[in-house]
């Protein structure tokens, strides 16, 4: 079974600049996160997606981030402008609609803000 | 917010050595999950145990829950140098997906 698959693996762009993430969630899987971890950090929920509707975005700073998942398969995850602070790893994660018990990780987007 | 914490922040052991690490938490929960993150990759999924459990065996990995202390540990036996990573919990406590702690180095000495 394939895994979650992100890209571009690593990116690092200068402040003000805008960067996008893809995220393709294991096939069948209804649910999407999306999740930011600073270095030293846990990761920290940005937006959780079921199918292609939004069920929390309430951390996700909507001054400069937007994510969207149209066709309830993959979904981008946007920066812009981006900021030193962003510099972060960024997670896709999915599982079955209702099975929240098992869910799957992708290797993660780093990304570099100088 | 982060409303697991992880004790200790840093572990280092011998090969061979036994593992523990706790977590605490602050609200009611569904479930509390324990990931592995080695270092540059993704998360990995270890073990959940419910809240109505007291203790899951998974391999080497043992893990207890204590929902009227709020805290669960991580019990890794016999460890390995391949265990090396960082450790996760995670408490899901509504329809809103995990909400992580901020994680226990563990590093295991040859």
């Given amino acids: 079974e394939a895994g979650v698959a992100q890209s571009p693996r690593y990116k690092i762009i200068e402040k003000r600049q805008s960067v996008a993430f893809w995220c393709n969630p294991i096939s069948g899987h209804a649910t999407l996160y999306w999740y930011q971890q600073i270095l030293g950090q846990g990761p920290k929920l940005l937006i959780q997606f079921q199918n292609n509707g939004v069920v929390d975005d309430s951390q996700l700073p909507k001054d400069r981030f937007s994510a969207e998942r149209l066709k309830g398969v993959d979904s981008t995850l946007k920066i812009q402008p981006a900021k030193l602070e962003d510099s972060a790893v960024y997670l896709c994660a999915s599982h079955e609609l209702v099975r929240v018990d098992t869910i799957y990780f992708g290797e993660g987007s780093w990304l570099t803000v100088v | ?110």
């Fill in chain 2, 1 to 110: 917010s982060q409303q697991g914490e992880e004790d200790p922040q840093a572990l280092s052991i011998q090969e061979g050595e036994n593992a523990t690490m706790n977590c605490s938490y602050k609200t009611s929960i569904n479930n509390l999950q324990w990931y592995r993150q080695n270092s540059g990759r993704g998360l990995v999924h270890l073990i959940l145990i419910r809240s109505n459990e007291r203790e899951k065996h998974s391999g080497r990995l043992r893990v207890t829950l204590d929902t009227s202390k709020k805290s669960s540990s991580l019990l890794i036996t016999a460890s390995r140098a391949a265990d090396t990573a960082s450790y996760f919990c995670a408490t899901d406590a509504s329809a809103d997906g995990l909400t992580f702690g901020k994680g226990t180095h563990l590093i295991i000495q040859p």
